[in-house]
T-cell receptor
Framework: NAGVTQTPKFQVLKTGQSMTLQCAQD?????MSWYRQDPGMGLRLIHY???????DQGEVPNGYNVSRSTTEDFPLRLLSAAPSQTSVYFC??????????????FGPGTRLTVL | AQSVSQHNHHVILSEAASLELGCNYS??????LFWYVQYPGQHLQLLLK??????LVKGIKGFEAEFIKSKFSFNLRKPSVQWSDTAEYFC???????????FGGGTRVLVKP
């Protein structure tokens, strides 16, 4: 298994541009989520999904959209990039939605810089 | 809102020293508690977790953590660190039935050889 994969690894955008960060998992996990990591703030939840066709907002959803058309994929779309969205983005998955005891498996991250 | 506090932002110690990292959370209901580690250049991985039973839990690489409900704490310990323990450590909490994790700000640990 490849686990959780993310593309691209690095990205530089100009203010106002849009882009999609890709996330895929091959473990047939129900739950997938996106976090952003900023220095001193740990990881903050952006959006999450408990299964195909179901998404919901996390702690910091503004400026981001998600969709979950398949179990495997959970792309994160930046609608109009802003410098405040400069961060490292992590995708994670866990076996079952609604089971808080499950371990979450993280991808390698995407480092995004918005100029 | 639920919050998680890690009191030490940076810790520097020598090999063979003991390590203890503090973690406190604010939520009063049933919680599941996690410690994740991020080694340089790698992605986050689980060190250990607690959701019920013995409040002293053991994880990988000789780490352990103790859940003290009365203090809302879940401190991480290792009796003797190695240079390879240099990493950033994150405490995380979720409420009973949900998967949504709230992370602490992280503690960067540097172990000098």
């Amino acid at each position: 298994n490849a686990g959780v994969t993310q593309t691209p690894k690095f990205q530089v955008l100009k203010t106002g541009q849009s882009m999609t960060l890709q996330c895929a998992q091959d473990m047939n996990h129900e739950y997938m989520s996106w976090y952003r990591q900023d220095p001193g703030m740990g990881l903050r939840l952006i959006h999450y999904s408990v299964g195909a066709g179901i998404t919901d907002q996390g702690e910091v959803p503004n400026g981001y959209n998600v969709s979950r058309s398949t179990t495997e994929d959970f792309p994160l779309r930046l609608l109009s990039a802003a410098p405040s969205q400069t961060s490292v983005y992590f995708c994670a998955s866990s076996p079952r939605g609604g089971r808080g005891t499950d371990t979450q498996y993280f991808g390698p991250g995407t480092r995004l810089t918005v100029l | 809102a639920q919050s998680v506090s890690q009191h030490n932002h940076h810790v520097i110690l020598s090999e063979a020293a003991s390590l203890e990292l503090g973690c406190n959370y604010s939520y009063g209901g049933t919680v599941n508690l996690f410690w994740y580690v991020q080694y340089p250049g790698q992605h986050l991985q689980l060190l250990l977790k607690y959701f019920s039973g013995d409040p002293l839990v053991k994880g990988i690489k000789g780490f352990e953590a103790e859940f003290i409900k009365s203090k809302f704490s879940f401190n991480l310990r290792k009796p003797s660190v190695q240079w390879s323990d240099t990493a950033e450590y994150f405490c995380a909490v979720n409420k009973g039935a949900g998967n949504k994790l709230t992370f602490g700000g992280g503690t960067r640990v540097l172990v000098k050889p």
